[in-house]
């Protein structure tokens, strides 16, 4: 019996929420629906509409005027500050440019002296080389030559090209040449040699 009762109450008040359903609520729906179709075909911003009744209501005012608005003023001037910045940043960034450009220059300009430089110590090496190379060739001649003969030869020189000869010369053929030569010019040979010889340390 109990259960009986219990199942009739939970009937009533499953009736009573389905005639509200039936009778308010779905209506309450098919009417607001048809209502925002009827405005936006007829061109009507329903947000900006409800917005503005909602703005002359003070509870729902004070919700909507919570977040701050920003004019179209202020958000100008906002965007010029930005442009400034943006175009302050890129002058930077030009002159950064510009000086690495500077300094790459530099570079390239300090890496072609050095290229020449070498260049030049290379050549410079090169006719060192040689004049050694032809001095060795030169002593050789004057050292297969008749003792006599090359000092005849020698004595004719100016005295820094006999001097260079003599002083590349070995011990042997260098007395023997100095022995066929006049007695004055041997004693001022063996002097500057010795001059040279003492540079030379």
């Known amino acids: 019996m109990g259960s009986t009762v219990d199942t009739q109450k939970e009937n009533k008040k499953s009736g009573f929420f389905q005639k509200l359903l039936v009778w308010i609520v779905i209506p309450l729906l098919l009417i607001l629906f048809l209502t925002l179709l009827a405005a936006t075909v007829s061109g009507v911003n329903v947000y900006e509409k409800a917005k503005e009744v909602g703005g002359k209501l003070p509870v729902i005012s004070s919700i909507i005027g919570g977040k701050e608005t920003v004019t179209i003023e202020e958000h100008n001037e906002a965007i010029v500050k930005l442009e400034a910045q943006i175009e302050e940043k890129n002058a930077k960034i030009s002159r950064l440019e510009r000086k690495v450009e500077d300094k790459e220059s530099e570079i390239d300009l300090l890496n072609q002296d050095k290229k020449r430089l070498e260049t030049t110590l290379e050549e410079k090496d090169q006719v060192e080389n040689d004049g050694k190379r032809e001095m060795k060739e030169i002593v050789a001649v004057y050292e297969t030559m008749m003792p006599k003969r090359a000092a ?50």
């Open 152 to 201: 005849s030869i020698i004595v004719e020189m100016k005295d820094e090209e006999a001097v260079n000869i003599l002083s590349n010369l070995g011990p042997e053929p260098l007395a023997r040449i100095m022995e066929k030569m006049p007695p004055e010019k041997a004693a001022a040979y063996t002097q500057m040699l010795a001059v040279r010889t003492t540079e030379g340390r």
